[in-house]
């Protein structure tokens, strides 16, 4: 069974339901039970607080699982067990095994269930899920959560999710449980119409809310985090300071032990396509950022790794998104722009992109359509260019394999 060429993948309203993955979960035995759960949800930083939650709890000396999305480079990337992803070889035997159960669903919904069994077979003491978009409705909602987590509410995905924060905040919501002793961690920095949706749900389900601008945390810690990650940005340090949150309470919960916290536990949670340097000479950057919550948290770590520095910015984002808001945020750091394909079958037209862009009147320097993205990036690196490229995470995936291809 050959895989799909897949980097992100967004359901569309027809497969937005649960009814498939439910059958084919219990098909398998619902591997989805039967160990320790934290379900991760937000607009932005689901997969920076799974990543640091991952590292803090394999300091209990547990077998800690991990599912991401989307993935980068490897779909290997998607399921992780203490840090280490999954080999390509065992991802294809159960792929195998389990085609027949598989072939109803999504390609989100086979890996939701390929992580499952990956759990079970391998006795993880934990999982920690990252939701794929929304929470009520997503495959990942199918476990047993005993803590949830609400990262961030932003304006991502409205035509699935529902307009306005409020609406996506309760679709978010959905990953809220009814039984007690089952507590949802949100971040501090929700907005109101946010804050309340979420309060609305914990009250309706019955469920313990709990907020990082409540929560008091070891100064020593907070200090570790502040240190290791300050050139990183105020938002990640926000999710690191989440996850430290939920792991103190958890350990208290479940009675789990807990080493110290070596020098840079925080710095090793780290995912591609994040904020990620590809190159200091000729500089690069990428990162996957594709809504404006999640640029603004870009503009935040070039304002404090490159404050003065331009940019010829490669971007591209995907057919739904509207592009003038995201360059907006950055337009002070851009000098030029090259417009290039990478993901022909659900990107915006680089000829759409740019009319756009013209009608918009927004000043981002010349404005270049780009055939080739390869050729492209060799011309402007050989020129001596410093690069952002950003707008989608399959933009971000083909910069790293081209980069790779230039070692």
Same mark, same amino acid.
């Given at each position: 069974?050959?895989?799909?060429?897949?980097?992100?993948?967004?359901?569309?309203?027809?497969?937005?339901?649960?009814?498939?993955?439910?059958?084919?979960?219990?098909?398998?035995?619902? !591997?989805?039970?039967?160990?320790?759960?934290?379900?991760?949800? =937000?607009?932005?930083?689901?997969?920076?607080?799974v990543?640091?939650?991952?590292?803090?709890?394999?300091?209990?000396?547990?077998?800690?699982?991990?599912?991401?999305?989307?993935?980068?480079?490897?779909?290997?990337?998607?399921?992780?067990?203490?840090?280490?992803?999954?080999?390509?070889?065992?991802? #294809?035997?159960?792929r195998?095994?389990?085609?027949?159960?598989?072939?109803?669903l999504?390609?989100?919904?086979?890996?939701?269930?390929?992580?499952?069994v990956y759990?079970?077979?391998?006795?993880?003491?934990? #999982?920690?899920?990252?939701? =794929?978009?929304?929470?009520?409705?997503?495959?990942?909602?199918?476990?047993?959560p005993?803590?949830?987590? @609400?990262?961030?509410?932003?304006?991502?995905?409205?035509?699935?999710?529902?307009?306005?924060?409020?609406?996506?905040?309760?679709?978010?919501?959905?990953?809220?449980?009814?039984?007690?002793?089952?507590?949802?961690?949100?971040?501090?920095s929700?907005?109101?119409?946010?804050?309340?949706?979420?309060?609305?749900?914990?009250r309706?389900?019955?469920?313990?809310?709990?907020? %990082?601008?409540?929560? @008091?945390?070891?100064?020593?810690?907070?200090?570790?985090?502040?240190?290791?990650?300050?050139?990183? =940005?105020?938002?990640?340090?926000?999710?690191?300071?989440?996850?430290?949150? %939920?792991?103190?309470?958890?350990?208290?919960?479940?009675?789990?032990?807990?080493?110290?916290? !070596?020098?840079?536990?925080?710095?090793?949670?780290?995912?591609?396509?994040?904020c990620?340097i %590809?190159?200091?000479? !000729? %500089?690069?950057?990428?990162? =996957?950022?594709?809504?404006?919550?999640?640029?603004?948290?870009?503009?935040?770590?070039?304002?404090?790794?490159?404050?003065?520095?331009?940019?010829?910015?490669v971007?591209?984002?995907?057919?739904?998104?509207?592009?003038?808001?995201?360059?907006?945020?950055?337009?002070?750091? @851009?000098?030029?722009?090259?417009?290039?394909?990478?993901?022909? !079958?659900?990107?915006?037209?680089?000829?759409?992109?740019?009319?756009?862009?013209?009608?918009?009147?927004l000043?981002?320097?010349?404005?270049?359509?780009?055939?080739?993205l390869?050729?492209?990036?060799?011309?402007?690196?050989?020129?001596?260019?410093?690069?952002?490229?950003?707008?989608?995470?399959?933009?971000?995936?083909?910069? @790293?394999?081209?980069?790779?291809?230039?070692?």
């Open positions: 069974m050959t895989a799909p060429i897949q980097v992100f993948d967004v359901p569309s309203l027809e497969f937005y339901k649960l009814d498939n993955i439910r059958e084919a979960l219990q098909k398998l035995d619902n !591997p989805q039970f039967g160990r320790r759960c934290i379900l991760v949800a =937000g607009t932005n930083a689901k997969g920076s607080v990543s640091y939650l991952s590292e803090l709890f394999q300091l209990t000396g547990k077998k800690i699982g991990s599912y991401y999305s989307p993935h980068i480079e490897s779909e290997c990337e998607r399921i992780q067990i203490n840090s280490d992803l999954i080999p390509e070889e065992e991802l #294809q035997r159960l195998l095994k389990h085609e027949t159960v598989l072939k109803p999504t390609y989100f919904e086979q890996m939701t269930c390929l992580a499952f759990f079970r077979e391998q006795k993880v003491d934990l #999982q920690v899920l990252e939701v =794929g978009m929304g929470g009520r409705l997503d495959a990942t909602n199918l476990s047993d005993d803590y949830s987590v @609400i990262t961030s509410v932003g304006l991502d995905h409205e035509e699935v999710l529902g307009k306005g924060e409020s609406a996506i905040a309760r679709e978010k919501s959905g990953i809220m449980r009814k039984r007690k002793g089952r507590p949802v961690w949100v971040a501090g929700l907005s109101g119409l946010a804050q309340e949706s979420c309060r609305e749900v914990a309706e389900v019955g469920a313990e809310l709990r907020s %990082l601008s409540s929560a @008091i945390l070891p100064e020593v810690i907070i200090k570790q985090i502040n240190s290791e990650l300050r050139d990183r =940005g105020d938002f990640q340090i926000q999710n690191a300071k989440l996850a430290l949150a %939920l792991f103190l309470e958890a350990c208290r919960d479940w009675n789990w032990e807990q080493s110290d916290f !070596p020098k840079n536990i925080f710095r090793k949670a780290r995912l591609k396509g994040r990620q %590809l190159s200091q000479f !000729p %500089l690069v950057v990428i990162d =996957g950022a594709h809504n404006v919550e999640a640029v603004r948290a870009l503009d935040n770590f070039l304002e404090l790794n490159f404050p003065n520095q331009k940019f010829t910015a971007f591209g984002v995907m057919n739904e998104k509207d592009p003038i808001p995201l360059l907006e945020v950055l337009r002070s750091r @851009i000098k030029a722009l090259c417009l290039p394909d990478f993901y022909p !079958p659900r990107q915006m037209s680089k000829e759409k992109l740019a009319k756009l862009i013209e009608e918009s009147s000043d981002v320097g010349p404005v270049v359509i780009e055939m080739d390869g050729a492209g990036l060799r011309r402007l690196k050989d020129g001596g260019e410093s690069l952002l490229a950003f707008g989608s995470f399959y933009l971000a995936g083909q910069m @790293i394999r081209l980069s790779q291809g230039d070692r």
